[in-house]
């Protein structure tokens, strides 16, 4: 036995092959209805984005058995298979082109998705993977032992799926990305015709090849070896160029990688960047817990020129976030990576600083009602790092409490030198009695029934004591229980001070109504809106004069309504 007999396959071995290529490269309806079925459901699984959905065409898909008739052909000389295998192969190609384009046309809201990216813009590496799927489809064909769905698997991926998204792209007018897609199946066609005729010829499939010429071989491949090598060419330069692209957006990654982790609990979701007459264009958009200043982005934006060698313009587009812990905020959590992690043990000094004051100060807030902590910055001041904290509180915070923190926080980061700034807004908290100022508060689940009905009593009480008043006011009234005494706060404007007289006899009077003892506290604000008929207060004053344009308003606020939108 000759030692290349192994590889030679039996004469009714390929007799079945034969008849199953000529069969399979058939132009009839049964190849057609399954074209346009496979070219659905890759064009399905391409618009959702589902591989498995893909995959499924793959196993429907006709068009790769037509390949393998013109290989027989081509390398038999068997023209009446050759035509009937072109014929074929080419009005299934243009019929999956078109079923995709009438898919993409019909189908609502048509976005692009990572799986019709993937096939827009081919290279060397697609290349190879037709090589491979070439062969492998090929040797299965020969090769009794393998599986007869394997061809259907290896190969379909490399023909329907980018002849769909090649339809998809046209019906959207993505002309540069649908011509990608059909770059990418004849790569793939052109592959698998090579491989597959040298695949065939090695198991003795040609018969005489021997007997052929040179010169008949060139005809018969000469074409496809030429634009084989043009096909390759293309694809290696648009590798490069990928090549060259993935360095760029590396060190752009890098750099912005490098920027973000200076700010607290920031971090890139995603980046995009492309080169322009002789500019590149960046956007980035992080998540962070703090806006992102223009001065920063200015900063990023020259360090970036510098490091790609170009003019650059940066665009972040940021996300408001914040990770909660059982402290607050930590900044510890990254995205997941390749060894399944997402805790980050090495930070940046500067975030480790805002970390763990940030747990101080919401220690120290969260204990102390009325203090809301919403913000912590680490800043530099004439060459010192400062702790800058924004917070929204219901009342003053006193220089006291400032030093107390401040001295928590040196003790924490292990620097006595450290000041604390804080930026306070106020807010006002207000229920069916009015403004409730957060020290005279009651905590009404803490008094007996008893002790909220006196309150309630109270209350009344004294809003009756001031109606009438032509001089004096009540605006605001707050009430508590302290020390087995009923306490209340009374806000009073007018064009006079309310007398500590007037507040013994007042406590008199209410304290004999109550049965109860009493403590008043009068809060005199003289201020007071003068009017013709007399003095009022100045939101009943209000009250009434908006009561007499009320319609007018309405009409006047909907219109600048509409010129604002």
């Known amino acids: 036995m000759k030692k290349n007999d192994r590889f030679q396959v039996s004469p009714e071995r390929f007799r079945i092959i034969y008849q199953e290529v000529k069969e399979g490269s058939e132009p009839g309806l049964r190849f057609y209805i399954l074209v346009a079925v496979s070219t659905l459901i890759a064009g399905l699984g391409l618009v959702t984005n ?12 006709p068009l790769m058995t037509p390949i393998f008739g013109m290989t027989l052909a081509l390398i038999r000389g068997n023209t009446e298979l050759l035509g009937k295998s072109i014929r074929a192969e080419v009005v299934g190609v243009v019929a999956s082109v078109f079923m995709g384009f009438i898919l993409g046309s019909l189908a609502p809201m048509v976005e692009a998705t990572p799986e019709m990216l993937a096939r827009t813009e081919p290279n060397l590496f697609d290349l190879m993977v037709a090589i491979l799927a070439g062969f492998a489809g090929s040797y299965a064909m020969v090769d009794e032992k393998i599986s007869p769905a394997l061809p259907g698997v290896a190969i379909a991926t490399a023909i329907v799926p980018p002849l769909a998204n090649c339809g998809l792209c046209f019906s959207l007018g993505a002309y540069v990305g649908g011509i990608g897609s059909f770059l990418l199946f004849f790569a793939n066609f052109l592959s698998i015709l090579l491989v597959a005729s040298i695949t065939f010829s090695v198991f003795g499939l040609a018969r005489h090849f021997e007997s052929i010429s040179k010169i008949d071989i060139i005809k018969r491949f000469g074409l496809v070896v030429v634009s084989f090598l043009i096909v390759a060419g293309f694809l290696t330069n648009a590798l490069f160029k990928i090549a060259r692209e993935n360095k760029i957006e590396s060190k752009i990654r890098t ?22 007459d002789g500019k590149m264009y960046v956007l980035a958009n992080i998540h962070s817990s703090s806006i992102v200043s223009p001065r ?13 060698g170009m003019p650059t313009e940066l665009i972040i587009r940021s996300v408001m976030s914040r990770d909660i812990s059982s402290v607050g905020s930590t900044n510890k959590i990254v995205a997941n990576d390749l060894d399944g992690s997402f805790i980050s043990v090495k930070l940046h000094p500067k975030v480790e600083m805002t970390r763990i004051a940030e747990k101080v100060i919401r220690e120290y807030t969260s204990s102390h009602f009325g203090i809301i902590l919403l913000n912590v910055e680490v800043v530099e001041l004439m060459g010192k790092q400062d702790i800058f904290a924004s917070v929204i509180s219901s009342r003053e915070i006193s220089e006291t409490e400032i030093s107390h923190l401040e001295k928590s926080l040196g003790q924490a980061l292990n620097n006595s030198e450290i000041r604390l700034m804080v930026r306070l807004s106020k807010f006002e908290i207000y229920n069916n009695n009015g403004l409730l100022r957060h020290q005279w508060m009651p905590m009404e689940y803490l008094l007996t029934v008893e002790q909220r009905a006196v309150l309630a009593k109270g209350r009344s009480f004294l809003e009756n004591q001031f109606i009438g008043h032509e001089d004096v006011f009540l605006e605001n009234l707050n009430a508590s229980f302290v020390d087995g005494q009923y306490c209340f706060l009374i806000e009073l404007t007018g064009k006079r001070y309310f007398s500590d007289e007037e507040v013994r006899m007042l406590e008199k009077k209410m304290s004999e109504e109550t049965a109860n003892p009493v403590k008043i506290y009068a809060w005199s604000r003289p201020e007071i809106v003068a009017v013709s008929e007399g003095y009022a207060p100045y939101d009943e004053v209000t009250k009434a004069f908006f009561s007499k344009r009320k319609e007018i308003f309405k009409i006047e606020t909907e219109k600048l309504l509409e010129e604002i939108h």
């Not at 589902?50 to 898909?61: D, E, K, N, Y």
């Not at 700010?263 to 322009?276: D, I, Q």
């Not at 200015?298 to 490091?307: G, P, Y």
């Open 50 to 61: 589902s591989t498995a959905v893909v995959i499924g065409a793959m196993l429907v898909a």
């Open 255 to 276: 750099l912005l990688s490098e920027e973000l982790s200076a700010m607290p609990v920031t971090g890139l979701e995603k980046l995009m960047h492309e080169e322009e």
């Open 296 to 308: 920063q982005v200015k900063r990023i934006e020259s360090r970036m020129a510098e490091s790609v």
